[in-house]
């Protein structure tokens, strides 16, 4: 089976962002993908699987421009592929994508055009204002080229009313940022509740 080891770090990280309530409202909220360096193929987590009972040989191999490499006979891959594989030409330094309908930062941001930093792990992590891009139909070429686009001026964003997506290096870095975005947008409705948020210093930032 190809990308065995890359296949069973989707599954664990799929069962991590479950944990954090990130992706397990409907059982499969959102879709991770990882891109191996040394041979450019592509895993990705496959349509209409449960994420917390997944295994690494439900998991989809395809090529950078989406064909199905791998695949169980029953498995195809996520919808959302061709935002995933378009992200992986896009970026040659991208080897990972976590996309999760979290509820926080899916909520919040269809009331902000963004989510401005209350803490430091949000500017560290990813971005002082995480974007937002008005809502576009999932799984279309249309959604992959704006997602691509506004990638390119933060490590995540989100879509309106859909949800977010994050990129990095490694799958690790990835996750962090999918999980403090969500944890910002967490902190930011609290805040909101009982008062208007003061928000990080324009005076911090972030380490060169």
């Given at each position: 089976?190809?990308?065995?080891?890359?296949?069973?770090?989707?599954?664990?990280?799929?069962?991590?962002?479950?944990?954090?309530?990130?992706?397990?409202?409907?059982?499969?909220?959102?879709?991770?993908?990882?891109?191996?360096?040394?041979?450019?193929l592509?895993?990705?987590t496959?349509?209409?699987?449960?994420?917390?009972?997944?295994t690494?040989?439900?998991?989809?191999?395809?090529?950078?421009?989406?064909?199905?490499?791998e695949?169980?006979?029953?498995?195809?891959?996520?919808?959302?592929?061709?935002?995933?594989?378009m992200?992986?030409r896009e970026?040659?330094?991208?080897?990972?994508?976590?996309?999760?309908?979290?509820p926080?930062?899916?909520?919040?941001?269809t009331?902000?055009?963004?989510?401005?930093?209350?803490?430091?792990?949000?500017?560290?992590?990813?971005?002082?204002?995480?974007?937002v891009?008005?809502?576009?139909?999932?799984?279309?070429?249309?959604?992959?080229?704006?997602?691509s686009a506004?990638?390119k001026q933060?490590s995540?964003?989100?879509?309106?009313?859909?949800?977010?997506?994050?990129?990095?290096?490694?799958?690790a870095e990835?996750?962090?940022?999918?999980?403090?975005a969500?944890?910002?947008?967490?902190?930011?409705?609290?805040?909101?509740?009982?008062?208007?948020?003061?928000?990080?210093?324009?005076?911090?930032?972030?380490?060169?």
């Amino acid at each position: 089976m190809k990308l065995q080891s890359i296949r069973e770090q989707i599954v664990d990280a799929c069962h991590d962002l479950c944990r954090n309530n990130l992706m397990c409202n409907l059982g499969a909220g959102g879709n991770v993908s990882v891109r191996d360096p040394e041979t450019g193929l592509v895993a990705l987590t496959p349509s209409q699987v449960r994420y917390d009972t997944m295994t690494a040989e439900d998991i989809v191999v395809t090529d950078v421009n989406g064909t199905v490499i791998e695949a169980l006979d029953h498995r195809v891959p996520t919808s959302e592929l061709a935002t995933h594989t378009m992200i992986y030409r896009e970026f040659s330094d991208i080897h990972a994508v976590v996309h999760a309908h979290a509820p926080f930062i899916t909520a919040v941001t269809t009331v902000e055009d963004g989510l401005p930093a209350l803490n430091y792990e949000q500017l560290y992590f990813i971005s002082r204002v995480l974007p937002v891009i008005p809502f576009v139909m999932p799984g279309t070429d249309e959604m992959a080229e704006k997602v691509s686009a506004a990638l390119k001026q933060s490590s995540a964003i989100v879509i309106r009313n859909h949800g977010l997506f994050a990129i990095g290096g490694s799958l690790a870095e990835t996750v962090v940022r999918a999980v403090v975005a969500e944890d910002a947008a967490r902190l930011y409705v609290y805040a909101r509740s009982i008062g208007q948020p003061k928000l990080l210093p324009e005076d911090v930032k972030k380490p060169a």
